[in-house]
């Protein structure tokens, strides 16, 4: 059979406010993919009930992450964008999976012990299991390709190990039913079901930090709304935010290497690097031995600019909740297209009756 199409897949929990680190992160990288590759794009709503989440705020804001996709420039009509629990075969495909990692291979995931705590047994079978799902919601597309940022690497390489050990376990059954495309493992190429997705790794500017702590990542839950833009911010309040981040005395430098040591200083021009698609380098030539009285305002203008309409767009979007509803539904009816094919291959391959 022909080698894997190349397919990206990526997606973002509905818990709390998109932000500017989520556009500038991912948001922005995923809209440049469109043009070079087909895309899912996935609001993954059963990932985020591994920690409680109050029913009503669930639903509203799994609308408002549809609303910053396709006002970001998500296009809903020539890419899939749905909500994962309308398509019920990324549980059913987890299941198999999770009966093929291994539990020394979850209990090995960072971001389980960092979320679960010091208080590890009082926390949810999901959020332990959360890697196996996040495979299924990859490899139930059996796409290629994944941007990540480094927060998730671990598990995508957890996705790899499942799909590798599923080819290997299931080998013989794969080639048997004729199911298998070829896969390059070092210097041979073997015949398997499920690609080893590759990560693309984020581009400048994937951790944009807190406005009130250069040394913390901005972030939805940090009490201060004052640490970060959010995508519905109106052009008053994202000027009000950029006045009040935290900077130091100094002058800004001319070169980089000023920039060490400062990481508010180093943050603040990274967005603005960002946000115009320039260098930092080009930045600090144009503003080194300037104050940051004179580039905030500067940097202000700039996110206004840049920001303002997809708030706007998403206050319009969000307008019409029931619209919304109608294009995840269509999403999900396209994902499940692909998905249904997906699943029952491989219950055919494990020996499942569900012919």
């Not at 669930?58 to 964008?81: C, M, N, P, Y």
Request: include cysteine; charge should be negative.
């Amino acid at each position: 059979m022909a080698a894997f199409q190349p397919l990206v897949f990526s997606g973002v929990q509905p818990t709390g406010n998109l932000h500017l680190g989520n556009y500038l992160g991912a948001i922005r990288r995923w809209v440049a993919l469109q043009a070079d590759y087909p895309c899912l794009f996935c609001v993954v709503d059963l990932h985020a009930i591994t920690v409680w989440q109050e029913p009503a705020d669930l639903e509203r804001q799994i609308r408002e992450v549809t609303a910053a996709f396709i006002a970001s420039g998500i296009d809903a009509s020539k890419h899939i964008l749905f909500n994962q629990s309308r398509v019920p075969e990324h549980a059913e495909l987890a299941w198999i999976f999770n009966c093929i990692a291994r539990l020394g291979w979850m209990n090995r995931m960072t971001q389980f012990k960092d979320k679960a705590g010091k208080d590890r047994e009082n926390a949810s079978l999901g959020l332990l299991a959360y890697p196996s799902l996040m495979a299924a919601d990859i490899l139930a597309y059996r796409a290629t390709l994944v941007p990540v940022g480094e927060d998730q690497k671990q598990h995508l390489e957890l996705t790899r190990d499942i799909a590798a050990k599923f080819n290997h376990d299931f080998s013989e059954r794969i080639e048997a039913k004729g199911l298998g495309h070829p896969i390059a493992m070092g210097d041979e190429t073997v015949q398997g079901f499920f690609p080893l997705t590759d990560p693309l790794i984020e581009g400048p500017a994937t951790r944009v930090m807190s406005l009130k702590d250069g040394s913390k990542k901005m972030s939805k839950s940090d009490p201060s709304d004052l640490s970060r833009i959010n995508l519905t911010d109106d052009a008053d309040t994202i000027a009000r935010k950029i006045r009040k981040a935290k900077t130091d005395p100094d002058a800004l430098p001319s070169e980089a290497a000023g920039l060490a040591g400062r990481p508010e200083a180093d943050n603040l021009v990274g967005i603005y690097a960002a946000l115009a698609d320039r260098p930092k380098t080009d930045i600090l030539a144009e503003f080194g031995g300037r104050p940051f009285s004179e580039f905030k305002p500067a940097l202000a203008n700039l996110a206004v600019e840049k920001l303002s309409p997809i708030a706007d767009e998403m206050r319009r979007i969000l307008d019409d909740p029931a619209e919304i509803d109608r294009t995840l539904r269509d999403g999900a009816d396209r994902a499940r297209a692909i998905a249904s094919r997906t699943l029952a291959d491989v219950k055919s391959i494990v020996g499942l009756l569900n012919g």
